[in-house]
């Protein structure tokens, strides 16, 4: 029972102590310290004063602090949270701050090569902490009708948010209470008494906010020069800001009844070039009332809101300005403008606090489906994406962005392409090799903007690094082959430098056999640009080639990224074409700048339409090629799906660019070259049956419907052959690859084909290829058919090439009609939602 009576009631109070935290000294009765509070953790401030250590006087103004601050609710002013008192101990808990005095002096240690930042950020975050004061002594002064008479920079905090608060409450009185001056029990605040105090003939001149304007001035003093020494310091103004030269002045005047208003100094320092109307602080009182702001002004603010960040303090930009933004989007209607800042300022956040706040609103966001959410999220991604977990980035974030393949917006489907490139490394096999592949296929060969092809092509090359090697060897030459067929010059030159950027991933077989024969029909390119492109990627080539002839030890080496998921970056061969991959990531990244540039500068000369400059291939065109080919503003008017333009989304896609999985396993039991027959669909789309005598155009991607097992048959059927031939099996047919739609009009091709090397090694080949006796010694893969003149049997060939191609040519106009039915199905049932999957 004795225990009980004799315990410490301090235990009972719902904070545990810590450290004292320096600053206040001789200034205050007080001693700050850091506490947590219990069960929560939250970081707060306990304000302690030592009863039996004190006097009674001291003890009544304690006391009276504790009642007062208790009472007074104002966002400049110390906020209370709990108190305690005890027979040895007063306890008051207050948010966390720490003393004016130890912010400034952080503020001033900055590093050298920092410093004009700093003083930048400096300048307007004090005129924000001086306008807080101001603003709370208005409050006091004329809503409150108290003085507070213990104004200085002992009695101002800082929280955690930057923001100043008022405290140091141990004088406050009322107005009415007379006009008397309290007299201050510590003799280290006598410094800060108005020169009136000891002039009883100046007393009656005495308003209800005389004295704090007095304080108030001494405190702007010591913001700029430090602690006040003595009182007569305040004649220097020297490094007083020249804004502040004028109301300094008024303040610190002897005849107390000249000093303003704290509302009138805030009207007049909030004027044009005043010194409260600055960026920090326009900032800060709009997000304060951001709930009684019309849209139009939400939209207005956020878009000039990024740029500005970079001038604002750390901690006030994550503790402060971030909450704010985050509240708008949860519980107002930000839109997509507050995307920008609010992604910006989460960088800045640890990785657990990121996890927290910002995680949640990305997945929110990407479900949305707004079109200009939907872009700006695409156009931000490599702000957060390393932030993300693979997990959510698979099962929540990418079935989301998948949609934006199909959209008939080209922008969504422009920024969704890119947006593979930071993905990638987070995606899981299904979804990298089979579904982001199976849209690139049709986005290459189908889709009406040269820009997105082009840009489709790119991002393939710079994502083969996370392919699986199978599909790696599988898709890349045959997709890269595609984009070289293109009517778009610089849809040609992407599939040019993604070959020689990724050299590294191709048997050296596969480049004599295969890339060398298909590049050199480029060389009478028109644009020279390509011509430029290819001649230096020829050059690399049969420079390997020439190396592995001189030492054939080598080829190993040069072969060891083919089937590794993780690329050396000691491979020797990987070096010559450094040049060929910075060209390809300039030219990708020009794409989003250019889209940056355009949405901003040029949103009223940009229609959903594609742009002149692609109608209108050039050598003058590359840099403009993966520009944005819609602009933001027309997005943001989009809100229906009700244009004119027929979706991307078509049923019977897969059947013409992929061939049929079940076609493919059906033939899995044999191990003859597969070879469609003549009513197979084709792959080319409209604007690539043109260049179809080059003997490529009938190659496709290969069908990723599906991801079964990577060892089964039915994989290996799919893919090809399930490993590329050692060096002794080489060259392998044209035929084997299967990718379109007629291998057998490919082997009736002369030129780009190894047939003759392929009956020196297979006797039951077709007869047609027998012809210029290229059944020999098959070493250099071209047959002497294909430099002499025609016999009877080329003739025959030539014969069996224009009916093909008169059939592709009906197969083209079939497929057109086929399309004007369906947009014309399509128009009469209404537009498609986004997201939707028309059955």
């Not at 009276?64 to 104002?74: D, F, M, P």
């Not at 950020?121 to 409150?144: E, K, P, V």
């Not at 939209?299 to 901690?315: G, I, Y």
Request: charged share 25%; hydrophobic share 35%.
């Amino acid at each position: 029972m004795w225990s009980f009576f004799s315990r410490d009631p301090s235990k009972d109070f719902n904070y545990e102590i810590g450290e004292p935290v320096p600053g206040l000294g001789d200034k205050s009765i007080w001693k700050l310290h850091r506490a947590k509070k219990k069960g929560t953790e939250e970081e707060v401030s306990v304000f302690m004063f030592d009863i039996k250590n004190s006097s009674e006087t001291q003890l009544d103004v304690a006391r009276s602090s504790v009642k007062r601050l208790k009472t007074l609710r104002h966002p400049s002013i110390l906020t209370y949270l709990d108190s305690l008192e005890t027979d040895k101990m007063i306890f008051m808990a207050t948010e966390f701050v720490i003393p004016l005095q130890t912010r400034l002096e952080k503020l001033s240690q900055v590093e050298t090569k920092e410093r004009q930042l700093a003083e930048q950020q400096r300048d307007l975050y004090l005129a924000w902490g001086i306008f807080q004061i101001t603003r709370a002594l208005s409050f006091l002064n004329n809503d409150g009708n108290l003085r507070h008479n213990n104004v200085c920079m002992w009695s101002v905090f800082v929280n955690s948010a930057g923001e100043w608060k008022l405290g140091g409450v141990e004088y406050v009185a009322g107005t009415d209470d007379g006009i008397g001056l309290p007299i201050k029990i510590l003799p280290a605040l006598d410094k800060y008494d108005p020169p009136e105090k000891a002039d009883p003939g100046r007393q009656r001149l005495i308003t209800k906010c005389s004295t704090d304007m007095w304080g108030l001035g001494c405190l702007i003093w010591e913001v700029f020069n430090g602690p006040l020494p003595v009182q007569s310091s305040l004649q220097k103004i020297e490094k007083v800001p020249n804004q502040l030269n004028g109301v300094y002045c008024e303040l610190v005047g002897a005849n107390p009844g000249s000093r303003p208003n704290p509302a009138d100094i805030i009207t007049r320092c909030r004027k044009t070039n005043g010194y409260f109307k600055n960026d920090l602080v326009d900032t800060l009182l709009f997000l304060e009332e951001i709930q009684i702001k019309d849209k139009g002004e939400k939209n207005k603010f956020f878009a000039a809101l990024t740029p500005l960040l970079d001038n604002f303090p750390k901690d006030v930009c994550v503790n402060k300005i971030l909450p704010h933004l985050i509240n708008a989007f949860v519980y107002g209607d930000a839109g997509s403008s507050i995307l920008a800042p609010m992604f910006k300022l989460g960088g800045l956040l640890e990785e657990a606090e990121y996890q927290k706040q910002i995680v949640p609103c990305v997945v929110k966001l990407f479900a949305s489906n707004d079109r200009a959410t939907r872009v700006r999220l695409l156009q931000q991604l490599e702000l957060f994406i390393g932030h993300l977990q693979a997990s959510t980035v698979n099962d929540q974030i990418f079935p989301q962005i998948a949609h934006g393949f199909m959209d008939t917006n080209p922008t969504i489907r422009e920024q969704t392409v890119k947006s593979i490139i930071h993905l990638a490394p987070k995606l899981n096999y299904n979804n990298l090799n089979v579904e982001v592949l199976r849209h690139f296929a049709r986005l290459q060969a189908r889709d009406e903007q040269a820009g997105i092809r082009t840009n489709t092509t790119v991002c393939l090359g710079k994502i083969a690094q996370h392919l699986h090697p199978q599909i790696r060897q599988r898709v890349l030459v045959s997709a890269f082959l595609r984009a070289m067929r293109d009517t778009f010059p610089p849809t040609r030159q992407a599939g040019i430098l993604a070959l020689a950027a990724t050299q590294q991933y191709f048997l050296l077989s596969e480049v004599a056999n295969r890339i060398l024969p298909a590049l050199c029909p480029l060389a009478l390119d028109p644009d020279k640009s390509v011509r430029d492109a290819l001649f230096r990627t020829v050059k690399g080539f049969l420079g390997k080639l020439e190396k592995v002839s001189e030492d054939p030890t080598l080829r190993e080496s040069m072969e060891a990224d083919v089937h590794t998921s993780t690329p050396s970056l000691s491979n020797a061969a990987a070096t010559w074409a450094g040049w060929a991959v910075t060209a390809v990531t300039a030219k990708f990244y020009r794409s989003q700048s250019d889209t940056a540039k355009s949405s901003v500068v040029h949103s009223h000369s940009k229609m959903l339409s594609k742009p002149g400059s692609l109608e209108q291939p050039s050598s003058s065109s590359i840099s403009t090629t993966t520009s944005s080919v819609t602009s933001m503003t027309s997005l943001e008017q989009e809100q229906e799906f009700s244009r004119g333009s027929v979706s991307d989304y078509d049923e019977t896609w897969d059947t013409e660019n992929w061939g049929d999985m079940d076609t493919l396993a059906a033939q899995s039991s044999t191990d003859q070259p597969r070879s469609p027959g003549p009513g197979t669909p084709g792959a080319s789309g409209t604007s690539l049956s043109t260049r179809s005598n080059d003997g490529w155009d009938t190659e496709e991607w290969g069908s990723l419907d599906e991801a079964p097992e990577l060892n089964s048959p039915e994989v290996a059927e799919a893919w090809g052959a399930s490993d590329f031939p050692p060096a002794d099996d080489l060259p392998r047919s044209a035929s084997m690859y299967n990718w379109g739609e007629s291998n057998k009009e490919k082997d009736d091709l002369s030129i780009g084909s190894n047939k003759g090397l392929m009956e020196a090694k297979s006797p039951g080949s077709r007869s047609g290829g027998s012809t210029g006796g290229g059944s020999g010694s098959g070493g250099g893969g071209w047959e002497d058919t294909e430099w002499e003149p025609m016999e009877p049997g080329a003739q025959a060939q030539a014969s069996r090439h224009d009916e093909a191609r008169r059939r592709r040519e009906e197969k083209k106009l079939q497929r057109q009609k086929e399309l004007e039915l369906r947009r014309a199905s399509r128009t009469s049932s209404g537009p498609m939602k986004l997201g939707a999957k028309k059955m």
